[in-house]
């Protein structure tokens, strides 16, 4: 059974930085091409960041040279860091496999 389980969201400040993490298993981790999505409320479930299992990475250009995904084959764990966020980065944010999702994690960014 495919688990993906995300952690690490929360409230920042605009500027600020968060780490979210992954945690999956019931797969062969190492194997998969992982990626991250967000929602933001009424919006469409947007691509954020993919990774290859050569760890290649790819960004949307809304995140790029601001969010960093990083991934640790040995744990199976799955990363975000987000730095200078904006408020235009509040969304829940999602663990995708390519056939998986996780439950996400809300990430709001408010003074």
């Known amino acids: 059974q495919v688990q993906l389980v995300e952690s690490g969201g929360g409230l920042v400040q605009p500027g600020g930085s968060l780490r979210l993490s992954c945690a999956a298993s019931g797969i062969v981790f190492s194997r998969y091409v992982m990626a991250w999505y967000r929602q933001a409320p009424e919006k469409q479930r947007e691509w954020v960041a993919t990774?290859?299992?050569?760890?290649?990475?790819h960004y949307s250009d809304s995140v790029r040279g601001r969010f960093t995904i990083s991934r640790d084959n040995t744990n199976n764990m799955l990363y975000l860091q987000m730095d200078n966020l904006k408020p235009e980065d509040t969304a829940v944010y999602y663990c995708?496999?390519?056939?998986?999702w996780g439950q996400g994690t809300q990430v709001t960014v408010s003074s």
């Open positions: 990774i290859t299992r050569r760890f290649e990475t």
């Open positions: 995708h496999d390519g056939g998986d």
